[in-house]
């Protein structure tokens, strides 16, 4: 599960937790990058609409020789350096964390390649319980009777892990295809 590094106001947590709900590539090393989006985003909002509401605001002129008030002029809102600063930081994070539009091919070329890892490694499992299902009680004793020949301080627990890998491992990956030389284990 993936959660913010620091607290949130809700607001944040409303735009985090929307994001995460969104994008199923996200993991728990984007958590940072992800708390700071959120935080980005309520600062743009809350900056865009103060700059909305007051686009200028009053300012005093004060005399520099005297420190008196001489009057008031108006000047941009200093909340439009907030708004660009956080749309900035908004676009940076949104293409580290893949969730902008421009990022939405590699994020299917990354879900993809995420699928077919997934596949493989399920059609391997599965490949190597069909091949460790398919030997015998009987030829993993041979082989252990075999393999206890060379090992003379071997535990009976190690000889057969080895007889298991020997079976399921080196024969099949041996360039022998029929097995001629190893008659003490073909399948019953």
Same mark, same amino acid.
């Given at each position: 599960?993936?959660?913010? !590094?620091?607290?949130?106001?809700?607001?944040?947590?409303?735009?985090?937790?929307?994001?995460?709900?969104?994008?199923?590539?996200?993991?728990?090393?984007?958590?940072?990058?992800?708390?700071?989006?959120?935080?980005?985003?309520?600062?743009?909002?809350? &900056?865009?609409?103060? !700059?909305?509401?007051?686009?200028?605001?009053?300012?005093?002129?004060?005399?520099?020789? !005297?420190?008196?008030?001489?009057?008031?002029?108006?000047?941009?809102?200093?909340?439009?350096? !907030?708004?660009?600063? &956080?749309?900035?930081?908004?676009?940076?994070?949104?293409?580290?964390?893949?969730?902008?539009?421009?990022?939405?091919?590699?994020?299917?070329?990354?879900?993809?390649?995420?699928?077919?890892?997934?596949?493989?490694?399920?059609?391997?499992?599965?490949?190597?319980?069909?091949?460790?299902?398919?030997?015998?009680?009987?030829?993993?004793?041979?082989?252990?009777?075999?393999?206890?020949?060379?090992?003379?301080?071997?535990?009976?627990?190690?000889?057969?892990?080895?007889?298991?890998?020997?079976?399921?491992?080196?024969?099949?990956?041996?360039?022998?295809?029929?097995?001629?030389?190893?008659?003490?284990?073909?399948?019953?």
């Amino acid at each position: 599960m993936i959660a913010p !590094t620091r607290k949130l106001i809700n607001k944040e947590l409303d735009v985090f937790n929307r994001v995460l709900s969104e994008s199923v590539h996200l993991t728990s090393a984007d958590a940072e990058q992800l708390t700071q989006y959120a935080e980005a985003v309520i600062r743009y909002e809350t &900056a865009l609409k103060q !700059t909305k509401k007051h686009p200028t605001i009053s300012v005093p002129v004060i005399n520099r020789s !005297t420190g008196n008030v001489t009057g008031e002029k108006r000047v941009r809102n200093p909340a439009f350096v !907030t708004l660009k600063e &956080a749309l900035t930081q908004m676009n940076v994070l949104a293409r580290r964390l893949m969730i902008d539009a421009h990022s939405a091919e590699k994020r299917q070329r990354l879900l993809t390649k995420r699928s077919q890892a997934m596949a493989a490694s399920e059609s391997k499992m599965a490949a190597d319980s069909a091949v460790k299902n398919s030997i015998t009680e009987k030829q993993i004793q041979a082989a252990m009777k075999m393999l206890a020949a060379d090992s003379y301080f071997a535990t009976e627990h190690v000889l057969r892990q080895h007889a298991i890998w020997y079976l399921t491992i080196y024969l099949p990956s041996s360039n022998d295809p029929e097995g001629d030389e190893d008659i003490y284990f073909r399948p019953a």
